[in-house]
């Protein structure tokens, strides 16, 4: 099977928002546009393509990323049908609501590029920021489409302002729209300086024009600051234009390209997706702008033999490799297993290894997707995007990958829980079901945690908010037919260490016949995640099941025989999931075991696992053990009026108020609030400013807990932690 289109011709990009910036509206446009679809479904009218889930079309929001495959051909061409013409598109339409931003962070590391969707009368908002740190750490090339401008308050200049204070300086203005509000009819290209205007069913007749004339001022300034931003970054044009000659259209494209690959530059588009304005446009500019494939240096990865840096070019003649980015539940085939291909190509049928865990895998059949849609292909190429059938053991992040040229991609990291709830199956056949249905929902999220009270053993299930609980629990019931009951929402405390500390025990018992004898010296020390994540290779003594905890084997001699290491970590991680001030999971700890003994007969398992326990007891009473708490970043739009009094009462909630901005009318109040404070506070907001005032939050980070609310958190548990057990 050949490729439908060259390896240059293919964009992977992905479009993200703050929820209601009106990203699906703009998706569903390129569907339509495109000629997927053959009708514009409507966010408001709950028939959108992308949104498919039941969920997404009750609560007009995106839940899960919807993968689409498209073609285009730019808006004035002529022949647009002549596949020549055309560029291959893979889009992933992502989710809006900070508490399903997992689906974000795994798009953005298999993305080339995206387009970033404003609201023309809000501007940057929470997610935005959040979406726009993804984009940065993966360094995802970006446009930026204001949306929206037909909107009452719409503001251009106010939104462009609003990018500039507060993600990027490189931002730049490509376009500007025609009209405001009601009167919006189109946009005037900066570049070409042509207008243009969009009629007939849909938006579907794009028409060019001159310039007009009340305009003609506005647009020469606007593309005069265009071009000495570009030509800033071509050393040859700079010097042209300084000596008065003007960069041609083709040399102001090429070179803005350019920049936008390198992260130099970020255009500026604009319109309204709901008025069928300007999303023609959009698509032509991922054309002339995004990266494809090529335009991209070779991934880097390592080799699993030896640890070395190796890398994969974006050549179908390269060895297979490719990253599963994201785990689906089909009630149809069963699981589908997303991947990006970054070298070579696959066919339905053959045989690869999992270089993750080592295994050797058929693929029963590829398939590309349209949101919930399946078309089966025969092969994929270097630069695609597909799904596969049939893996057995595959998780997110794990690499695909060819069985004589093995690599290990850098995985994708994801944000932790800080909500939690308890749930309760209503009967026995529930009891059985439900352990199914999450066990099959947390390999879809990687940010979505099942675990057991320690003491009461409940099911705890945790994610990034209420509403992601929410919809876990309706899922549940709709997809496995698990009836449930939930506890009240909890804050997802965690415990750590605050500084080095050693400790030793012998654990030794005789009670007649073969008796128990295990004896470890341990240290443990406080470590960042980003530590654990950071090291390309580790040493053989080094083990590390995820990016909280690490376990060092410095034993030397044999004083442990090497069969026993294994229970003396089981034990320490058992410690540490018991918590030891208020019972909650301990994180971000090393343990290092560097010494001990042993008995010829009556060491076991369970004496050294046991050992290890008490080991990591004592050694936590000596290391300044604290509970952690999630810290939120909120945004309060307010009118003025209402400040002083929301200023204070986010004060009483052991906030601290770092700063404020305008945006449409309203002041924006920025602040970073404890997790636990922030429960009811969407009712107190809206009795204080008579419903004129509205919030969004997003964790931001964890950090200590005062003493004084640790010791109410320790009263309200009623756990015991281990420093008071025996």
Same mark, same amino acid.
């Given at each position: 099977?050949?490729?439908?289109?060259?390896?240059?011709?293919?964009?992977?990009?992905?479009?993200?928002?703050?929820?209601?910036?009106?990203?699906?509206?703009?998706?569903?446009?390129?569907?339509?546009?495109?000629?997927?679809? &053959?009708?514009?479904?409507?966010?408001?009218?709950?028939?959108? *393509?992308?949104?498919?889930?039941?969920?997404? +079309?009750?609560?007009?929001?995106?839940?899960?990323?919807?993968?689409?495959?498209?073609?285009?051909?730019?808006?004035?061409?002529?022949?647009?049908?002549?596949?020549?013409?055309?560029?291959?598109?893979?889009?992933?339409?992502?989710?809006?609501?900070?508490?399903?931003? %997992?689906?974000?962070?795994?798009? =953005?590391?298999?993305?080339?590029?995206?387009?970033?969707?404003?609201?023309?009368?809000?501007?940057?908002?929470?997610?935005?920021?959040?979406?726009?740190?993804?984009?940065?750490?993966?360094?995802?090339?970006?446009?930026?489409?204001?949306?929206?401008?037909?909107?009452?308050?719409?503001?251009?200049?106010?939104?462009?302002?609003?990018?500039?204070?507060?993600?990027?300086?490189?931002?730049?203005?490509?376009?500007?729209?025609?009209?405001?509000?009601?009167?919006?009819?189109?946009?005037?290209?900066?570049?070409?300086? /042509?207008?243009?205007?969009?009629?007939?069913?849909?938006?579907?007749?794009?028409?060019?024009?001159?310039?007009?004339?009340?305009?003609?001022?506005?647009?020469?300034?606007?593309?005069?600051?265009?071009?000495?931003?570009?030509?800033?970054?071509?050393?040859?044009?700079?010097?042209?234009?300084?000596?008065?000659?003007?960069?041609?259209?083709? !040399?102001?494209?090429?070179?803005?390209?350019?920049?936008?690959?390198?992260?130099?530059?970020?255009?500026?588009?604009?319109?309204?997706?709901?008025?069928?304005?300007?999303?023609?446009?959009?698509?032509?500019?991922?054309?002339?702008?995004?990266?494809?494939?090529?335009?991209?240096?070779?991934?880097?990865?390592?080799?699993?033999?030896?640890?070395?840096?190796?890398?994969?070019?974006?050549?179908?003649?390269?060895?297979? %490799?490719?990253?599963?980015? /994201?785990?689906?539940?089909?009630?149809?085939?069963?699981?589908?297993?997303?991947?990006?291909?970054?070298?070579?190509?696959?066919? %339905?049928?053959?045989?690869?290894?999992?270089?993750?865990?080592?295994? #050797?895998?058929?693929?029963?059949?590829?398939?590309?997707?349209?949101?919930?849609?399946?078309?089966?292909?025969?092969?994929?190429?270097?630069?695609?995007?597909?799904?596969?059938?049939?893996?057995?053991?595959?998780?997110?992040?794990?690499?695909?990958?060819?069985?004589?040229?093995?690599?290990?991609?850098?995985?994708?990291?994801?944000?932790?829980?800080?909500?939690?709830?308890?749930?309760?199956?209503?009967?026995?056949?529930?009891?059985? #079901?439900?352990?199914?249905?999450? /066990?099959?929902?947390?390999?879809?999220?990687?940010?979505?945690? *099942?675990?057991?009270?320690?003491?009461?053993?409940?099911?705890?299930?945790?994610?990034?908010?209420?509403? &992601?609980?929410?919809?876990?629990?309706?899922?549940?019931?709709?997809?496995?037919?698990?009836?449930?009951?939930?506890?009240?929402?909890?804050? %997802?405390?965690?415990?750590?260490?605050? +500084?080095?500390?050693?400790?030793?025990?012998?654990?030794?018992?005789?009670?007649?016949?073969?008796?128990?004898?295990? &004896?470890?010296?341990?240290?443990?020390?406080?470590?960042?995640?980003?530590?654990?994540?950071?090291? /390309?290779?580790?040493?053989?003594?080094?083990?590390? !099941?995820?990016?909280?905890?690490?376990?060092?084997?410095?034993?030397?001699?044999?004083?442990?025989?090497?069969?026993?290491?294994?229970?003396?970590?089981?034990?320490?991680?058992?410690?540490?999931? +018991?918590?030891?001030?208020?019972?909650?999971?301990?994180?971000?700890?090393?343990?290092?075991?560097?010494?001990?003994?042993? &008995?010829?007969?009556?060491?076991?398992?369970?004496?050294?696992?046991?050992?290890?326990?008490?080991?990591?007891?004592?050694?936590?009473?000596?290391?300044?053990?604290?509970?952690?708490?999630?810290?939120?970043?909120?945004?309060?739009?307010?009118?003025?009026?209402? =400040?002083?009094?929301?200023?204070?009462?986010?004060?009483?909630?052991?906030?601290?108020?770092?700063?404020?901005?305008?945006?449409?009318?309203?002041?924006?109040?920025?602040?970073?609030?404890?997790?636990?404070?922030?429960?009811?506070?969407?009712?107190?907001?809206?009795?204080?400013?008579?419903?004129?005032?509205?919030?969004?939050?997003?964790?931001?980070?964890?950090?200590?807990?005062?003493?004084?609310?640790?010791?109410?958190?320790?009263?309200?548990?009623?756990?015991?932690?281990?420093?008071?057990?025996?």
């Amino acid at each position: 099977m050949a490729r439908a289109f060259s390896i240059e011709r293919t964009r992977n990009f992905g479009i993200v928002a703050h929820v209601d910036a009106g990203k699906t509206t703009t998706s569903e446009r390129v569907l339509f546009y495109t000629g997927v679809s &053959h009708k514009i479904g409507e966010v408001h009218d709950g028939d959108t *393509v992308t949104d498919w889930m039941e969920q997404e +079309r009750e609560r007009g929001i995106t839940i899960t990323s919807a993968a689409i495959s498209c073609n285009w051909a730019k808006t004035m061409e002529t022949d647009r049908k002549n596949t020549d013409k055309q560029h291959t598109f893979n889009i992933i339409d992502t989710p809006g609501h900070i508490d399903f931003t %997992a689906e974000v962070k795994r798009s =953005m590391r298999v993305l080339d590029g995206a387009v970033v969707v404003f609201d023309g009368a809000a501007g940057v908002e929470p997610q935005t920021e959040t979406n726009w740190g993804y984009a940065d750490e993966a360094n995802v090339p970006r446009l930026c489409f204001i949306n929206k401008m037909d909107k009452l308050g719409a503001d251009y200049d106010a939104s462009i302002k609003s990018i500039e204070d507060r993600l990027s300086k490189k931002a730049v203005r490509i376009q500007i729209p025609i009209g405001r509000e009601n009167d919006l009819t189109g946009v005037i290209d900066l570049i070409t300086m /042509k207008a243009y205007r969009f009629a007939g069913e849909m938006g579907i007749v794009v028409t060019e024009e001159e310039v007009p004339d009340e305009l003609i001022l506005e647009a020469k300034q606007w593309r005069a600051e265009l071009i000495e931003r570009v030509v800033a970054h071509d050393d040859a044009l700079m010097e042209a234009y300084l000596e008065g000659t003007e960069p041609t259209i083709e !040399e102001i494209k090429k070179t803005l390209r350019r920049a936008v690959i390198a992260n130099e530059l970020f255009p500026i588009l604009t319109g309204s997706a709901l008025r069928n304005v300007g999303v023609q446009l959009v698509l032509d500019a991922v054309v002339d702008y995004l990266p494809s494939p090529l335009d991209l240096p070779p991934v880097k990865g390592l080799n699993p033999k030896d640890d070395s840096e190796i890398f994969r070019n974006p050549s179908d003649e390269d060895p297979f %490799a490719a990253l599963v980015f /994201k785990l689906q539940d089909d009630k149809f085939v069963g699981q589908l297993a997303f991947f990006r291909v970054y070298s070579g190509s696959v066919k %339905a049928g053959s045989y690869i290894v999992n270089s993750s865990t080592g295994d #050797k895998e058929r693929v029963g059949r590829i398939v590309r997707l349209l949101a919930d849609k399946r078309t089966e292909v025969e092969e994929v190429f270097a630069g695609e995007i597909a799904a596969m059938v049939g893996l057995k053991e595959v998780k997110t992040s794990h690499t695909l990958c060819d069985e004589k040229n093995q690599i290990i991609l850098e995985k994708i990291t994801f944000p932790e829980p800080v909500v939690a709830v308890r749930v309760e199956p209503k009967t026995k056949n529930d009891q059985e #079901k439900m352990g199914v249905a999450l /066990k099959r929902l947390s390999d879809e999220d990687p940010t979505f945690k *099942v675990t057991s009270d320690q003491e009461t053993m409940e099911t705890i299930i945790s994610g990034m908010g209420e509403l &992601h609980l929410e919809i876990i629990v309706d899922r549940m019931k709709r997809e496995f037919g698990v009836e449930a009951n939930i506890g009240k929402p909890q804050v %997802a405390y965690r415990e750590t260490i605050q +500084r080095e500390a050693e400790a030793e025990y012998k654990y030794v018992k005789q009670s007649g016949g073969r008796g128990q004898y295990g &004896h470890v010296k341990i240290r443990i020390r406080p470590i960042k995640p980003l530590e654990l994540a950071e090291g /390309k290779s580790l040493p053989k003594n080094i083990t590390r !099941e995820d990016d909280h905890f690490e376990f060092i084997d410095s034993i030397k001699g044999g004083v442990i025989p090497n069969e026993f290491i294994p229970a003396v970590m089981k034990g320490a991680k058992e410690a540490m999931s +018991r918590g030891f001030v208020a019972g909650y999971k301990m994180e971000d700890v090393s343990v290092e075991l560097f010494d001990g003994s042993y &008995h010829d007969v009556d060491s076991s398992e369970i004496a050294f696992k046991l050992a290890a326990i008490y080991a990591f007891k004592e050694a936590a009473k000596k290391a300044n053990a604290v509970i952690l708490e999630p810290v939120m970043k909120v945004e309060v739009r307010t009118p003025g009026e209402y =400040m002083g009094d929301i200023n204070g009462n986010l004060s009483s909630r052991r906030g601290q108020v770092e700063g404020t901005s305008e945006m449409g009318g309203k002041t924006i109040i920025h602040a970073k609030v404890p997790l636990s404070e922030l429960f009811g506070y969407t009712n107190t907001l809206r009795s204080m400013t008579q419903g004129r005032a509205s919030m969004t939050m997003e964790f931001d980070h964890y950090e200590v807990v005062p003493p004084n609310v640790a010791e109410d958190i320790k009263k309200e548990r009623g756990v015991r932690g281990v420093e008071e057990e025996e």
